[in-house]
T-cell receptor, first 114, second 113 residues
């Protein structure tokens, strides 16, 4: 089955700096790569996703890049703010071939310091 | 606004008890999932269902079963609770179309003593 590795497990940045979280996946049939943000005590929520026919996607201060050849994808957050502090999870899915189920990485605890 | 609601926020059960965790969604989603969240291990899939009365094992199904009698409701059952099943349990749902967003419930923190 699919295996998703995520690094780093913790990340501390100064407010205004950029943060990068990286994930690798094992199943070459995976074609959907969402990122979820989980604030303390709350449910995970989708912040951005990318499909395999796209190399990069941006939404304001966040962006995701995908390298299908190398089987890795990354989340980039620019101009970090205290409200960006949360746990971030990457995930991968095969879509129809896998019942639309998501395989998650182990999470990155991002702390944005003032 | 999509709502995925889990019946309990916190639950304490004794070893050997049969435990039911309930999840209800109001978006007419075909797919429903149960995940377990543990520190350092991320979210691991226990079971999922893509239709009423249909179920498939995820990555860690041992010690668990599920029931889906109605489209909006998906139950996770711990047949005989053990201390190593102490965890946060998250329910999620999505449409059957591939590559669509999964919506999560607020989670149930289960402690088995």
């Amino acid at each position: 089955g699919e295996n998703v590795e995520q690094h780093p497990s913790t990340l501390s940045v100064q407010e205004g700096d950029s943060a990068v979280i990286k994930c690798t996946y094992s199943d070459s049939a995976s074609n959907y790569f969402p990122w979820y943000k989980q604030e303390l005590g709350k449910r995970p929520q989708l912040i951005i996703d990318i499909r395999s026919n796209v190399g990069e996607k941006k939404d304001q201060r966040i962006a995701v890049t995908l390298n299908k050849t190398a089987k890795h994808f990354s989340l980039h957050i620019t101009e970090t703010q205290p409200e960006d502090s949360a746990v971030y999870f990457c995930a991968a899915s095969r879509g129809w071939g896998g019942g639309n189920k998501l395989t998650f990485g182990t999470g990155t605890q991002l702390k944005v310091e003032l | 606004d999509v709502k995925v609601t889990q019946s309990s926020r916190y639950l304490v059960k004794r070893t050997g008890e049969k435990v039911f965790l309930e999840c209800v969604q109001d978006m007419d989603h075909e797919n429903m999932f149960w995940y377990r969240q543990d520190p350092g291990l991320g979210l691991r899939l226990i079971y999922f269902s893509y239709d009423v009365k249909m179920k498939e094992k995820g990555d860690i199904p041992e010690g668990y079963s599920v029931s889906r009698e109605k489209k909006e409701r998906f139950s996770l059952i711990l047949e005989s609770a053990s201390t190593n099943q102490t965890s946060m349990y998250l329910c999620a749902s999505s449409f059957v179309q591939p590559n669509t967003e999964a919506f999560f419930g607020q989670g149930t923190r289960l402690t088995v003593v």
